[in-house]
């Protein structure tokens, strides 16, 4: 069992920026592959970023890019998601995930993830 810790969000005005950090103990940590998603209030949850085990593939949903920035420290066994430009929209629960094997669309659907973080709230006033 692959334990997720969540940390970072908090309250920020829009154009602000964020850095949620994410932290395991496991010792196969280097071994996964990292996500981050986000739910809304009655909304689903959806995919925001995702990393390779190798830091070689990055994943970032349409409305992120240019402005999130996903990255892993396989020595501290943490994966960050430094958030920028953040708008109103962006307010949501932030989610850390684990998984392995991932393949073509696996990276962004949830139900391909094995471990979840407890999850660490994000709000953006406008």
């Known amino acids: 069992q692959v334990q997720l810790v969540e940390s970072g969000g908090g309250l920020v005005q829009a154009g602000g920026s964020l850095r949620l950090s994410c932290a395991t103990s496991d010792r196969t940590f280097s071994t996964y592959a990292m996500g981050w998603f986000r739910q809304a209030p009655g909304k689903e949850r959806e995919f925001v970023s995702a990393?390779?085990?190798?830091?070689?593939?990055?994943y970032y949903e349409d409305s992120v890019k240019g402005r999130f920035t996903i990255s892993r420290d396989s020595s501290k066994s943490t994966v960050s998601l430094q958030m920028n430009s953040l708008k109103p929209e962006d307010t949501a629960v932030y989610y850390c995930?684990?998984?392995?094997?991932?393949?073509?669309?696996?990276?962004?659907?949830?139900?391909?993830?094995?471990?979840w973080g407890q999850g660490t709230q994000v709000t953006v006033s406008s």
């Open positions: 995930a684990a998984g392995r094997g991932m393949y073509g669309r696996w990276w962004y659907l949830p139900d391909k993830y094995d471990y």
């Open positions: 990393i390779g085990w190798s830091a070689g593939n990055v």
